[in-house]
């Protein structure tokens, strides 16, 4: 099969969408497909290369690191994409976002009747950090405007795909018309997996953090929509000299949060470990206590799911798909969203009780089990195949394990 991927943000960038988008697409090429993936050119100008079997054409863009350091965007671009269309013929064409070059892309495949699915990463949260002057008052007209800025693109699709039954259900309420299936993003579980042997003293110690104390860890992008905020004042509440709260990753609201660290007097308490190199983060995840995502804005959260893998306990806040991820008191804790008091009160259950911990992990690792990349490759082949034969509602009706977090087999939604 041929199979034509497009998206704004794809490898080098480090957020959820890129990563799936190049484990998606390299994926695909191990089993045989042909791929070819079209992004903005993290270079300004355009070329193109081959990576892992992946035939890549970056196009020309233009930067707005002032918003975001990973942020680019190719404008105008209709006729690159027709040239690469008539040249490749791909057999479907698969969006991962509403923005520029993907909205050319339906525009033109569309004319040019090719079959089009779209993955939706996308919450209009994901982007009010960095708009300013939106106000309480403001927020309700900012959301209708931003969903159907995404449902304008996404409407002309033939079947779109979400993380997360949550995240599915969320598209239909917020008024789209056509088939959704949930299918997770995925992980690799031969990366990640428990590793009851590693040296976690070793470990913690290279990134600045104190083996004796029971390590709370965030890792991903240090944004404003990740409220990592609420952990700060959390620790604050806490005023414990047992636990540190470690967030490792970089982003815009960097200094933002070590400054908040510094107003809170939260001193070692709170720990910005940078950057984790790829090799080390399986390494880091298996040695910290308890995993924490805040994000009031997580479609699925892969991060959560590679520290789950890892046989993690996970502090979660109860927001969108998250409480998908955690069982309440069996392998973790969900705390309302933006309530730094209810964060605390979670943290302390889980640092009084670490012999909780190893069956917290278990069951942590079991309901990461069904996320594995190779499930989720073999989910997409399905759909892209019915999408082909025009019979992909009958997915719908396919045998697949009510146990699974979310499956092609669960079409949300009919057929236009």
């Given at each position: 099969?041929?199979?034509?991927?497009?998206?704004?943000?794809?490898?080098?960038?480090?957020?959820?969408?890129?990563?799936?988008?190049?484990?998606?697409?390299?994926?695909?090429?191990?089993?045989?497909?042909?791929?070819?993936?079209?992004?903005?050119?993290?270079?300004?100008?355009?070329?193109?290369?081959?990576?892992?079997?992946?035939?890549?054409?970056?196009?020309?863009?233009?930067?707005?690191?002032?918003?975001?350091?990973?942020?680019?965007?190719?404008?105008?671009?209709?006729?690159?994409?027709?040239?690469?269309?008539?040249?490749?013929?791909?057999?479907?064409?698969?969006?991962?976002?509403?923005?520029?070059?993907?909205?050319?892309?339906?525009?033109?495949?569309?004319r040019n009747g090719n079959k089009l699915i779209g993955t939706n990463h996308y919450m209009p949260e994901n982007l009010a950090g960095y708009v300013p002057l939106i106000s309480k008052n403001m927020k309700t007209v900012y959301n209708r405007v931003m969903w159907g800025w995404m449902l304008e693109?996404?409407?002309?699709?033939?079947?779109?795909?979400?993380?997360?039954?949550?995240?599915?259900?969320?598209?239909?309420?917020?008024?789209?018309?056509?088939?959704?299936?949930?299918?997770?993003?995925?992980?690799?579980?031969?990366?990640?997996?428990?590793?009851?042997?590693?040296?976690?003293?070793?470990?913690?110690?290279?990134?600045?953090?104190?083996?004796?104390?029971?390590?709370?860890?965030?890792?991903?992008?240090?944004?404003?929509?990740?409220?990592?905020?609420?952990?700060?004042?959390?620790?604050?509440?806490?005023?414990?000299?047992?636990?540190?709260?470690?967030?490792?990753?970089?982003?815009?609201?960097?200094?933002?949060?070590?400054?908040?660290a510094k107003e809170l007097n939260l001193g070692e308490r709170a720990h910005f470990s940078g950057f984790i190199p790829a090799d080390d983060l399986p390494l880091?995840?298996?040695?910290?206590?308890?995993?924490?995502?805040?994000?009031?804005?997580?479609?699925?959260?892969?991060?959560?799911?590679?520290?789950?893998?890892?046989?993690?306990?996970?502090?979660?806040?109860?927001?969108?798909?998250?409480?998908?991820?955690?069982?309440?008191?069996?392998?973790?804790?969900?705390?309302?969203?933006?309530?730094?008091?209810?964060?605390?009160?979670?943290?302390?259950?889980?640092?009084?009780?670490?012999?909780?911990?190893?069956?917290?992990?278990?069951?942590?690792?079991?309901?990461?089990?069904?996320?594995?990349?190779?499930?989720?490759?073999?989910?997409?082949?399905?759909?892209?195949?019915?999408?082909?034969?025009?019979?992909?509602?009958?997915?719908?009706?396919?045998?697949?394990?009510?146990?699974?977090?979310?499956?092609?087999?669960?079409?949300?939604?009919?057929?236009?």
């Amino acid at each position: 099969m041929k199979i034509l991927i497009a998206g704004t943000a794809t490898y080098p960038a480090l957020n959820g969408q890129a990563v799936f988008t190049e484990n998606l697409a390299k994926g695909l090429a191990k089993r045989g497909h042909e791929v070819l993936s079209i992004f903005p050119s993290e270079k300004g100008k355009a070329y193109q290369t081959v990576l892992e079997d992946v035939h890549i054409e970056a196009l020309k863009s233009f930067d707005l690191n002032r918003i975001h350091s990973d942020a680019y965007v190719s404008l105008f671009s209709q006729g690159a994409i027709q040239k690469i269309l008539k040249s490749f013929k791909p057999d479907v064409v698969h969006i991962q976002d509403h923005f520029p070059l993907s909205r050319d892309m339906v525009q033109v495949a569309r004319r040019n009747g090719n079959k089009l699915i779209g993955t939706n990463h996308y919450m209009p949260e994901n982007l009010a950090g960095y708009v300013p002057l939106i106000s309480k008052n403001m927020k309700t007209v900012y959301n209708r405007v931003m969903w159907g800025w995404m449902l304008e693109v996404y409407n002309r699709l033939d079947v779109a795909t979400a993380q997360s039954r949550a995240s599915a259900n969320l598209l239909k309420a917020q008024g789209l018309r056509i088939p959704v299936f949930p299918v997770s993003c995925g992980i690799n579980l031969q990366r990640f997996y428990p590793q009851p042997d590693v040296d976690r003293a070793a470990i913690l110690t290279r990134f600045g953090l104190d083996p004796k104390r029971k390590i709370f860890l965030f890792v991903g992008r240090v944004d404003y929509e990740k409220r990592l905020d609420v952990l700060l004042r959390a620790m604050s509440h806490l005023k414990r000299d047992d636990i540190q709260l470690a967030i490792a990753g970089h982003g815009q609201a960097q200094d933002h949060l070590q400054n908040l660290a510094k107003e809170l007097n939260l001193g070692e308490r709170a720990h910005f470990s940078g950057f984790i190199p790829a090799d080390d983060l399986p390494l880091l995840l298996n040695s910290a206590d308890v995993f924490c995502m805040p994000s009031e804005a997580e479609l699925l959260s892969i991060a959560s799911l590679e520290a789950m893998a890892c046989a993690r306990p996970v502090l979660l806040a109860n927001a969108v798909a998250l409480p998908e991820l955690a069982t309440d008191g069996i392998n973790g804790y969900l705390f309302r969203p933006g309530d730094p008091l209810d964060a605390a009160r979670c943290m302390a259950l889980l640092a009084d009780h670490p012999e909780q911990w190893q069956s917290m992990g278990l069951v942590s690792l079991e309901k990461a089990r069904y996320h594995g990349m190779d499930s989720t490759l073999k989910q997409y082949e399905a759909i892209y195949t019915a999408l082909l034969a025009g019979t992909y509602a009958n997915l719908a009706n396919a045998s697949m394990s009510n146990t699974r977090p979310s499956s092609a087999g669960e079409l949300i939604g009919s057929k236009r």
